[in-house]
């Protein structure tokens, strides 16, 4: 299983662990864009846990919805602990208008008030 989806109206968490695949966006994408047409701008908690990546199938099902969702995510607070975690959110501001932060794994409190932030 590569993430699990937890949704509270305009915040969504996803886990994720091991490796995305191009399967696990099939699952993710409909729910995020429902939530994106009920909602309107959304957050993400990105939670990463044991993460190694994504499959390539996966990498461009990520590429296809930022480009088509560039501008309806209002933040996305990434969580983790390795340095190359932390570079990913330094890596996605070129594709979203969102406000990037990243947060240490213990840190996970902070995260979620961040998102909860006017």
Known sequence: MGLILNETGKIIHVTVNEKLTKEDYQQFVPRLEKDIKENGKIRILFQMQNFHGWEMSALWEDLKFDMKHFSDIER?????????????????KPFTTAKINFFESSDIEKAQTWLQES
């Open 76 to 92: 996305l607070a990434m969580v983790g602990d390795k340095k190359w975690e932390k570079a990913m959110s330094v890596f996605c």
